[in-house]
């Protein structure tokens, strides 16, 4: 009988549940200080062009920033809600709880004097901390934290991997779109901060979040076993790992075709696995995450204002 490789797949899924008074949670993210605390934060203004550079190491998306003065890398991701930054004792809230891939991870909050990406600064940022130190060992960096939907919001967010660069750029009619034309636009929608957008497999559709912070794609066993045969196939077996280190079973499986929009993709990897817990509370059910595997294969932007995300080009039709 032929053995299959099992491998380790790291995939770093990262979401926000705030548990308030009579029990209920939503993955979302909401300010973690009282109304009555005076807290001032300086919002980005675009001005024009950021250009950030990147690296993607080991499939995690890292870009250079100062925080408190501090110069180090974070991780940009679509999946957090906010800045979040790495400490080796984030403390316990009493209300939020952070959720990983397979369980809950131990969230505090702190008060970010300053933190600076390229061109734009903000100041006294409400932001969450956790311990992140297994990401350093990983990524062989100093991960000072992630840049989260909070940070993000009033751009026009753009990846383009042929620079190795990220854009901020204002939202609406900038420079990008006076120049070209996206092959494909699509809309989104959100579970809490997450983006989410609708992915067609032959006649099934389904809710696919896009998650910049995830290293690979994941899709639900339960989509995965309702598609017909012919339109994937298994290549291996796969752990997948969160943040909380701990594990999931998964299969390796490659979609041959889908559709985003008008755009056909082709051979797109996924690691099949249980994603249940990811739709607690919300209303959208989603049954996928789009990680960088695939997402640092096209240039797209994420305008969070137009709530819309633009595709430019895809690497391998180039």
């Known amino acids: 009988m032929k053995q299959v490789r099992r491998t380790l797949v790291v995939a770093w899924v990262f979401a926000i549940s705030l548990t308030v008074a009579g029990g209920q949670s939503r993955i979302a993210y909401l300010p973690s200080r009282t109304p009555n605390e005076s807290v001032t934060r300086e919002l980005p203004r675009p001005n024009g062009l950021s250009a950030i550079p990147f690296e993607l190491v080991d ?144 006649n099934q559709t389904i809710k696919v979040g896009l998650d910049t912070g995830a290293g690979s794609s994941l899709i639900s066993n339960t989509v995965v076993d309702a598609l017909p045969s012919n339109t994937w196939q298994q290549v291996g077996d796969a752990y997948v790992q969160g943040l909380n280190r701990q594990r999931l079973e998964g299969r390796k499986i490659s979609l041959n075709e889908a559709t985003l929009g008008k755009l056909a993709l082709s051979d797109l990897p996924f690691i099949a696995t249980q994603l249940d817990h990811l739709n607690q509370q919300s209303e959208i059910n989603m049954q996928a995450l789009l990680g960088i595997d695939v997402l640092g294969q096209m240039m797209f932007s994420i305008d969070f204002k137009a709530q819309k995300i633009h595709i430019w080009y895809l690497l391998d039709t180039e």
């Open 59 to 202: 499939k995690v998306l890292l870009v250079e920033g100062q925080l408190n003065g501090q110069t180090g890398y974070f991780i940009l991701d679509t999946g957090a809600p906010t800045l979040v930054v790495n400490t080796d004792n984030p403390g316990t809230h009493p209300t939020l709880v952070g959720k990983g891939l397979t369980s809950s991870i131990a969230v505090g909050d702190t008060l970010v004097q300053s933190f600076q990406l390229n061109q734009e600064s903000w100041k006294n940022i409400p932001a969450l901390s956790l311990n992140l130190q297994h990401l350093e060992q990983f990524t062989r960096r100093r991960i000072l934290g992630l840049v989260g939907y909070e940070l993000l919001k009033d751009f026009e967010l753009v990846f383009s991997p042929r620079e190795k660069r990220l854009f901020l750029l204002p939202p609406g009619n900038n420079q990008l779109h006076k120049v070209g034309k996206p092959q494909a636009t699509l809309p989104l929608e959100w579970i809490g901060h997450l983006p989410v957008i609708t992915l067609c497999i032959g």
